[in-house]
């Protein structure tokens, strides 16, 4: 009989999880008391690792003061004004603001929605169509599904948001064709740098550039969906950083707080803040309950504390480039079709025969902890404090558990 809770992105009708009681590092225990080697810091966001009582701290320290407010007009609180002149030092936009909210979904939405919203107030309300690319996925909020490019992801859900299309992913030209057929109506252009969930597919060569240019020629703002690039996890602030691109929206959320309160935002750049400043009686009429929880940006100050003091934004390369090492020696040897990724996060595919589910269970078996994706590919974002050994344990196991 199943539980009372109905899980996401399981089987409505499974009985059996596995419940996890702690964590500490990047080591997860279950109730039977077995540790596994979190692979995926929790689901792409864990950067700082499990157990961190500095953050448990402020967050009880805040609970005992306001653990809540509202900010909506006419209130703010003293941590979401210090979290957001924070994040403006290392946003990947000078001049930006930020939009805050509860998760990655909810910041994708809100892009899409400041998008349209911004040439509203640029004197073009028909510029209300956004492109995206197949393979994205962009949370799963009527917004984000509508822009998601993996399909099983937007079945069943009835009619979706309007005048949103998708793209080949990488395909310059077919972005080209499809900004040029829209080209009176064009509002953003949607893209993960790196393509997360769908698979862990870095850009080719000069696409993310080819992008921006296009926005350019085309009168397109740009939005980087950086829920799992964002905070450190390329090696770099953002990929924003990492690939030299400035986009107009950026979303954000996982890492920000390393998953010890939910959170999210947007960052908010000059060519989309201006047209919603311009009018000093425009009202901006969305938003959320709990953006701006102060509870919540108590613990991403505390977090970022973290990844600044302990350097774990430098250390995202050696973990990506000793995991990497060991994905492509099993490359080498035959046990796997393909190896991609970029900083601190890879996915591997399986040869034909091999079923990703299959392997997940069995390295779960093995006491580690990879999330399968697609017909063909497991995927490995660890948090940027795990030690060289829990890497190479990492590696071993997807060793054993590729066979046949």
Same mark, same amino acid.
């Given at each position: 009989?199943?539980?009372?809770?109905?899980?996401?992105?399981?089987? !409505?009708? *499974? =009985?059996?999880?596995?419940? /996890? #009681?702690?964590?500490?590092?990047? @080591?997860?225990? &279950?109730?039977?008391?077995r540790d596994y080697?979190?692979?995926?810091?929790?689901?792409?966001?864990?950067?700082?690792?499990?157990?961190?009582?500095?953050?448990?701290?402020?967050?009880?320290?805040?609970?005992?003061?306001?653990?809540?407010?509202?900010?909506?007009?006419?209130?703010?609180?003293?941590?979401?004004?210090?979290?957001?002149?924070?994040?403006?030092?290392?946003?990947?936009?000078?001049?930006?603001?930020?939009?805050?909210?509860?998760?990655?979904?909810?910041?994708?939405?809100?892009?899409?929605?400041?998008?349209?919203?911004?040439?509203?107030?640029?004197?073009?309300?028909?510029?209300?169509?956004?492109?995206?690319?197949?393979?994205?996925?962009?949370?799963?909020?009527?917004?984000?599904?509508?822009?998601?490019?993996?399909? !099983?992801? *937007? =079945?069943?859900?009835?009619? /979706? #948001?309007?005048?949103?299309?998708? @793209?080949?992913? &990488?395909?310059?030209?077919?972005?080209?064709?499809?900004?040029?057929?829209?080209?009176?109506?064009?509002?953003?252009?949607?893209?993960?740098?790196?393509?997360?969930?769908?698979?862990?597919?870095?850009?080719?060569?000069?696409?993310?550039?080819?992008?921006?240019?296009?926005?350019?020629?085309?009168?397109?703002?740009?939005?980087?969906?950086?829920?799992?690039?964002?905070?450190?996890?390329?090696?770099?602030?953002?990929?924003?950083?990492?690939?030299?691109?400035?986009?107009?929206?950026?979303?954000?959320?996982?890492?920000?707080?390393?998953?010890?309160?939910?959170?999210?935002?947007?960052?908010?750049?000059?060519?989309?803040?201006?047209?919603?400043?311009?009018?000093?009686?425009?009202?901006?009429?969305?938003?959320?309950?709990?953006?701006?929880?102060?509870?919540?940006?108590?613990?991403?100050?505390?977090?970022?504390?973290?990844?600044?003091?302990?350097?774990?934004?430098?250390?995202?390369?050696?973990?990506?480039?000793?995991?990497?090492?060991g994905l492509h020696?099993?490359?080498?040897?035959?046990?796997?079709?393909?190896?991609?990724?970029?900083?601190?996060?890879?996915?591997?595919?399986?040869?034909?025969?091999?079923?990703?589910?299959?392997?997940?269970?069995?390295?779960?078996?093995?006491?580690?902890?990879?999330?399968?994706?697609?017909?063909?590919?497991?995927?490995?974002?660890?948090?940027?404090?795990?030690?060289?050994?829990?890497?190479?344990a990492i590696v071993?196991?997807?060793?054993?558990?590729?066979?046949?």
């Amino acid at each position: 009989m199943p539980s009372a809770f109905l899980h996401p992105f399981a089987k !409505p009708t *499974r =009985e059996s999880f596995i419940t /996890l #009681v702690r964590g500490q590092g990047a @080591v997860v225990t &279950d109730s039977n008391g077995r540790d596994y080697i979190d692979g995926m810091a929790a689901l792409w966001y864990c950067a700082v690792g499990h157990g961190r009582t500095e953050i448990a701290r402020v967050i009880a320290e805040q609970a005992e003061t306001l653990a809540g407010y509202s900010t909506f007009d006419p209130f703010t609180n003293e941590p979401v004004e210090r979290l957001a002149e924070r994040l403006i030092g290392i946003a990947p936009m000078p001049d930006s603001r930020v939009f805050f909210t509860s998760s990655g979904s909810e910041a994708v939405d809100t892009a899409m929605k400041l998008a349209r919203l911004a040439h509203v107030q640029s004197g073009h309300p028909e510029k209300t169509i956004i492109i995206s690319r197949q393979r994205g996925y962009h949370g799963t909020t009527y917004g984000g599904t509508s822009a998601q490019g993996i399909p !099983p992801n *937007r =079945e069943g859900y009835g009619p /979706l #948001v309007g005048d949103v299309l998708q @793209v080949p992913a &990488d395909d310059l030209e077919a972005l080209s064709i499809a900004m040029s057929q829209n080209q009176d109506r064009l509002a953003a252009v949607l893209i993960e740098p790196v393509q997360g969930a769908g698979g862990v597919f870095p850009p080719t060569e000069g696409y993310i550039e080819g992008v921006r240019r296009l926005c350019d020629q085309h009168g397109a703002f740009l939005i980087f969906d950086e829920v799992i690039s964002g905070f450190g996890r390329l090696g770099h602030w953002f990929a924003a950083h990492r690939f030299g691109v400035r986009p107009d929206l950026v979303t954000f959320a996982k890492a920000l707080t390393s998953g010890y309160q939910p959170l999210g935002g947007v960052f908010v750049g000059p060519a989309v803040r201006g047209p919603l400043e311009a009018d000093p009686n425009f009202f901006l009429r969305t938003g959320f309950t709990y953006s701006g929880h102060p509870t919540a940006c108590r613990a991403a100050l505390a977090n970022i504390d973290i990844i600044e003091r302990e350097g774990l934004v430098d250390r995202a390369h050696h973990v990506g480039q000793r995991l990497s090492a060991g994905l492509h020696s099993l490359h080498a040897d035959g046990l796997l079709a393909a190896v991609r990724g970029d900083g601190a996060v890879w996915a591997v595919a399986q040869h034909p025969q091999i079923d990703p589910v299959k392997v997940r269970d069995r390295m779960l078996e093995h006491g580690v902890i990879t999330r399968a994706v697609g017909t063909d590919t497991n995927t490995f974002c660890p948090p940027l404090v795990i030690d060289d050994e829990q890497i190479d344990a990492i590696v071993d196991a997807l060793a054993v558990c590729s066979q046949p």
